[in-house]
T-cell receptor, first 117, second 115 residues
Framework: GAVVSQHPSRVICKSGTSVKIECRSL??????MFWYRQFPKQSLMLMAT?????????EQGVEKDKFLINHASLTLSTLTVTSAHPEDSSFYIC?????????????FGSGTQLSVL | GENVEQHPSTLSVQEGDSAVIKCTYS??????FPWYKQELGKRPQLIID?????GEKKDQRIAVTLNKTAKHFSLHITETQPEDSAVYFC??????????????FGKGTMLLVSP
């Protein structure tokens, strides 16, 4: 299947700092990527849809100035958690859609565990 | 928007038994229903999917059924093995006005297979 690479896998940072997470589709082009947040033992909650060459679409309740998304190319989307606080600690996962089919399948990155001290 | 309900939240079975996880969805326009398996701390992996023009799909020990009229779909795992233990998520896809489609996930089912 298609490969989606996500880095870093784990990051620990101090409160007030910013953290950037990268999501790359390695063997296919993805005009659309998705960013999710997952709390322990809970489901994946969609945060935003990242569209190549245009602004991201954020879900209700997600602060766009807090979670900056950039989708500068067909293979790379980044999520920057700005001025991180302990409540931002979570597992963040990206996914990318393989556009080769009319209803492209979704493939996930390996996730990033963010811990804000 | 779409709402996906998934049951049960936990399921414990003995090795060799069958396991069934059920999901319902609300948006009749949804036409793509994937199932993901997620082991602790790892990425969700697509294990099987079904589109609305098909009622059933099987891949070795895994099968998925879809009832569009009732708006529910189910995952069936036969001859379960300890390595099947994981959290399973169902999802439904509906296309937004922009043409992009997005997945709505169920809350997940933790499957525990005892040897």
């Amino acid at each position: 299947g298609a490969v989606v690479s996500q880095h870093p896998s784990r990051v620990i940072c101090k409160s007030g700092t910013s953290v950037k997470i990268e999501c790359r589709s390695l063997d296919f082009q993805a005009t659309t990527m998705f960013w999710y947040r997952q709390f322990p033992k809970q489901s994946l909650m969609l945060m935003a849809t990242s569209n190549e060459g245009s602004k991201a679409t954020y879900e209700q309740g997600v602060e766009k100035d807090k979670f900056l998304i950039n989708h500068a190319s067909l293979t790379l989307s980044t999520l920057t958690v700005t001025s991180a606080h302990p409540e931002d600690s979570s597992f963040y996962i990206c996914s990318a859609r393989d556009q080769s089919g009319r209803l492209g399948k979704l493939f996930f990155g390996s996730g990033t565990q963010l811990s804000v001290l | 928007g779409e709402n996906v309900e998934q049951h049960p939240s936990t399921l414990s079975v003995q090795e060799g038994d069958s396991a069934v996880i059920k999901c319902t969805y609300s948006d009749s326009a949804s036409n793509y229903f994937p199932w993901y398996k997620q082991e602790l701390g790892k990425r969700p992996q697509l294990i099987i999917d079904i589109r609305s023009n098909v009622g059933e799909k099987k891949d070795q020990r895994i099968a998925v059924t879809l009832n569009k009229t009732a708006k529910h779909f189910s995952l069936h795992i036969t001859e379960t093995q300890p390595e099947d233990s994981a959290v399973y998520f169902c999802a439904a896809s509906s296309t937004m006005n922009s043409g992009y489609s997005t997945l709505t996930f169920g809350k997940g089912t933790m499957l525990l297979v005892s040897p």
